[in-house]
């Protein structure tokens, strides 16, 4: 962490304030190694599926979240001290005191209040614990204004679009849409660093499938790859996702392609597969929406760390929204073939309606001529006024009608993704020491094509003519795209070093060659090896080595 | 708007739950064209130069907004209806109603109403007129929390974390940060579709300089570039950069750096020059920390509007925050060889220093042989008392020191970029009618760069084998990282007419010859010519055409 601060991956966001715990700001570094792995995310989640992407307000109206559950069910139980005045999250202060893992209801914490007498860390008593809403509250607009607030996540302004979203792709199931960005978390007192932020990066994916076919067309690409699921009675397993599907151990093919595409993108960004894992939620522990849920949990410091959550939703959000909006969420799907259908259809009496409802007895028997029959009692709407007919008023007939398909509402499954944690975890698993030229060296392994700064640019002294030729190669490396940086101050050992500790993975050096052939070395920063080459092949084979693993070998002779 | 909205552009936001003035979701296409143009200013202004990019809370502690000025300076007067309770902007009422330009102080609107009578257009009276301030704020924490605001801007992010950037940079200017994201204005009552957002997107930089060199090294590249520049006189030139710089009308070189960099960004994703200008702000239209300031203008439907800001924002925000933090935001900057400097110093005479002060006579003469003798009376705090001291208690002495260099606080030359009426202006001047086959055509002229569908995969005929083959190459383009779509529905005719809507550039047909020689044809937008390429070379030549503006001719002959 020391580190990250110092060399600019991560700073407090405020500092010269004071800070504000949950907030942090991604500093140069931090912040491109962010944009890396989102653009890597889209190309895995969007570009390479048939996923659409959009994005939608941070700041939500009050209705989309009374609809989601999250203006009554997003809360924490807070207390509060009566004579210092701070506020703690309830359940993880009575887990810090008291060693207690306890239900974070008001009456759960309030047993364990009064069993141990807690106190405050001032001495203070507590008053009664109160729900917070962690959902940040804002009005918009002027005057009275309307309630607002800010999204918890963004997956809420998927689901509101739907009904559009569907017509983007034609009422053809499956399809996928995703949301990267922010989202909000009013954490009653955060502490953990990085792990816990009020303010936090989102990259979610809503795919939706019919109820019926939780399949995917691609499952056969990964379905031999094997990974470490931990289930739901806490065993844990090695095997493949073809053999988890069949077990039952994962709910459906997709949930189980995901997972799998999951992990290969957080393979791919430079998480360690043995410090990584899927673990299932408990029955008591999902989310009342979901049938299934696994986590993927990244092994930190801070121990197992959930970093992505892939749920079964089920219908739950479409029907909430389609409950509250009134407008319907439900896609219509042919059958392949017209399928005939019986049904009971009944046809009016009008010597019977007649007599007893006079001038309203042909719209009633209008009515009932659009009934569909399935009990003994019938009842119609005419002008607004609902009215029970019994058997006297028509017989029943059966009929045959063809169907051209059904409206179902889609079940949608969820990755959802921490991009904070993430890119922390890429941090984490990359951090290595090793020995060079007999001294210690710390280096940030990242994979290329995530490393912040991609190319440093050095001259081998400090002066003219080195400098200005290193500070043209800057500039042409600049106009190419490549994220560069120059250094042109101490040894070049240290120099080296210095990017070592950020990840960048190859350094050039302008040294009296260079004046000579127009050649330049470059250095691998994990081998530390180097070779030579023309400056004019420069940005070719950066671009190479950069999109690939392919070693400096290939593209010299190593002189070191 | 129209076919945006019903194409999958831009939807307005919580549509289901009757929408929300100032709010809108950028649909499918929308999001790509967005963020493609975000990448492109990212590879203009942050990768191609000595610019660093960050990421800072949405969410600001109230402390930042004071010291920026924002609490109490970025207001709108607003007027109430007694009657219906309906809120306006006052300014914008006044204009609309009685056609006037009023100033929007409280005074002037209250004058303008009492003269004309205003009244609402319910016919009900107006209260008295009234500040609004237009960041939406929020609490953050439990309890009584902390009053917190949605960021205005997002350069106030980068001022506050100014000494860590400087560090990063290691204080040697000049240098720029950058930040794009998410920023924040609560207007009274937004109309204007996507022009006037309460939740908009913005790229700044801001590109810190010494005072008194506001220079900017790479000028020579673009200072014989040609523009249109709208002078705070309302006077049009024509003229190059180097000439507006000469005569003055452009205030610095910084500025005009930034401008003729803004203009070729803006050419660069397919503006028209011809409907873009610079414009200068009146010596009253600027804000008051600003020096001069320019206003790119792109000419729309809605008449000319500001989609940049380019400003001399000066020492404004740093002092500010240095004021209120604390916090030294000054930088040293090394004089190229040290100077002497002549200085006065004082040569305590203990002789009487001694029997006034007694005991802390030691202490009062070690602070006076620091002091620079500037006026006839010294000053000197010795344990945190002030003591005032005659000459009687010293000598002067003239010295020569060595001085290697001064403090100085940066100014920051700011352009500002609106991305949403940016995007909005490419759709704009991107859209064109033409004859295609006797047919009129509408087609969106947009550069392959930009295009949120790059390729689209269409089988000839809407049946197997030729859709499976094209699904195929859709799943080969979508995992060679390409915005890829299919479609089978309609004429082949039809289908190309829909793309061009949309901008797509290139369209890939699935006709009879593929099946014989794995070939399939490629069509260009703008030319509806093809030419025929071997599936093996698609990505190579798709990427080529993408990424460049060479002839589809080049990869084949044309047969149509």
Redesign the interface.
């Known amino acids: 962490m020391e580190m990250l601060i110092r060399r600019?991956f991560l700073?407090q966001?405020?500092?010269?304030?004071g800070g504000?715990a949950?907030?942090?700001?991604?500093?140069?570094l931090g912040?491109?190694l962010?944009?890396k792995i989102e653009n890597i995310w889209r190309?895995f989640f969007v570009?390479?599926?048939r996923v659409?992407?959009?994005?939608?307000?941070?700041?939500?109206?009050e209705?989309?979240f009374i609809a989601s559950g999250h203006a009554t069910s997003f809360v924490d139980t807070?207390i509060?001290c009566q004579k210092c005045?701070r506020?703690y999250r309830a359940d993880h202060y009575v887990k810090e005191k008291l060693n207690l893992e306890v239900d974070a209801s008001i009456d759960a914490i309030k047993e364990v209040m009064e069993v141990y007498e807690l106190k405050c860390e001032c001495g203070g008593n507590f008053g009664e614990p109160f729900p917070?809403n962690l959902m940040?509250?804002?009005?918009?607009?002027?005057?009275?204004g309307?309630l607002g607030y800010?999204r918890p996540e963004t997956a809420q302004?998927i689901f509101?679009?739907f009904?559009?979203?569907s017509n983007?792709f034609?009422d053809k199931l499956p399809f996928g849409?995703a949301q990267i960005g922010?989202a909000?978390r009013?954490e009653?007192?955060p502490r953990q660093g990085v792990i816990r932020l009020?303010?936090f990066n989102q990259a979610e994916l809503e795919f939706f499938v019919h109820p019926a076919e939780k399949k995917h067309p691609k499952f056969v690409e990964l379905e031999k790859d094997t990974l470490t699921l931990v289930d739901k009675f806490d065993k844990t397993h090695r095997i493949t996702l073809k053999e988890a599907v069949e077990k039952g151990i994962i709910a459906n093919e997709v949930l189980a392609y995901f997972i799998g595409k999951t992990r290969r993108f957080l393979l791919s960004i430079g998480i360690n597969d043995d410090k990584l894992r899927f673990r299932q939620h408990k029955d008591d522990e999902k989310a009342h929406y979901a049938t299934d849920c696994w986590d993927a949990e990244a092994l930190m410091s801070y121990g197992w760390i959930e970093i992505v959550g892939i749920a079964d939703r089920t219908n739950y959000d479409l029907s909430r929204?389609a409950n509250?909006?009134k407008?319907d969420m439900s896609v219509f799907i042919p059958y392949s073939a017209p399928v005939v259908v019986k049904k009971k259809k009944a046809i009016p009496k009008m010597s019977a309606l007649g007599p007893v409802f006079k001038a309203k007895a042909k719209k009633i028997a209008e009515a009932l001529e659009k009934v569909e029959v399935n009990s003994d009692e019938i009842e119609v709407e005419v002008d607004g006024e609902k009215i029970k007919l019994g058997k006297e008023f028509y017989t029943i007939q059966e009929v045959e009608e063809e169907v051209s398909g059904e409206r179902i509402v889609p079940h949608v499954i969820e990755p959802s993704f921490g991009l904070d944690r993430i890119t922390y975890t890429v941090l984490e698993h990359s951090f290595d020491k090793d020995i060079v030229e007999g001294e210690e060296r710390k280096v940030l392994r990242l994979k290329r094509k995530v490393a912040p700064i991609e190319v440093a640019v050095l001259p081998l002294l400090s002066r003219e003519p080195f400098t200005i030729k290193a500070l043209e190669i800057v500039d042409l490396l600049?106009?190419s795209?490549?994220?560069?940086d120059y250094d042109d101050?101490g040894s070049i050992g240290r120099r080296y070093r210095r990017f070592d500790e950020i990840g960048t993975p190859f350094c050039i050096t302008v040294d009296h060659q260079t004046f000579e052939d127009e050649t330049v070395t470059i250095r691998d920063r994990d081998t530390t090896k180097q070779v030579r080459v023309k400056i004019s092949e420069l940005e070719r084979v950066l671009k190479d080595l950069i999109r690939s693993d392919r070693s400096i070998e290939e593209f010299g002779e190593i002189f070191r």
């Open positions: 600019g700073w966001s405020f500092e010269i304030y504000m949950g907030f942090i700001d991604y500093a140069p912040n491109n962010r944009r190309e570009i390479g599926e659409a992407e959009i994005d939608t307000p941070l700041i939500g109206v209705e989309v807070a509060e005045g506020v917070m940040f509250s804002t009005k918009i607009g002027a005057g009275k309307k800010l302004g509101v679009a009904r559009r979203l983007y034609r849409v922010r909000f009013n009653i007192s009020r303010e929204h509250f909006s407008v600049r106009k795209g490549f994220y560069t101050s």
